[in-house]
């Protein structure tokens, strides 16, 4: 069993940024990929980014040059850097991991707010 818990959402202005970590805990073995998902009101979970298990990248064009996906494996913690934030990337932010035998494991998600 894997357990994935989000943190570092909140309120920010327009232009702002955040950091989001993603902790991961239990077994963890053979990482296909880690990933941040979000969610708006009224939107379906979309894919922002991803990095894989040989450490290639992955960004939605709307978050191209802005966002930052990292991990520090040592710690088995996912981070995405936001910066230049929107009113639009106000959601609920998901990560989650996929590893070997298609075992895919979600965290309960962070709201970040955008504020005009």
């Known amino acids: 069993q894997v357990q994935l818990v989000e943190s570092g959402g909140g309120l920010v202005q327009a232009g702002g940024s955040r950091r989001l970590s993603c902790a991961a805990s239990?077994?963890?073995?053979?990482?296909?990929?880690m990933g941040w998902y979000r969610q708006a009101p009224g939107k379906q979970r979309e894919l922002v980014a991803k990095?894989?298990?040989?450490?290639?990248?992955y960004y939605a064009d709307s978050v191209k040059g802005r966002f930052t996906i990292s991990r520090d494996n040592a710690k088995n913690t996912l981070y995405l850097q936001m910066n230049s934030l929107k009113p639009e990337d106000t959601a609920v932010y998901y990560c989650?991991?996929?590893?070997?035998?298609?075992?895919?494991?979600w965290g309960q998600g962070t709201q970040v707010t955008v504020s005009s």
């Open positions: 239990g077994i963890i073995l053979s990482i296909n990929s």
């Open positions: 990095i894989t298990g040989v450490e290639n990248t």
């Open positions: 989650n991991i996929v590893m070997a035998g298609s075992r895919i494991y």
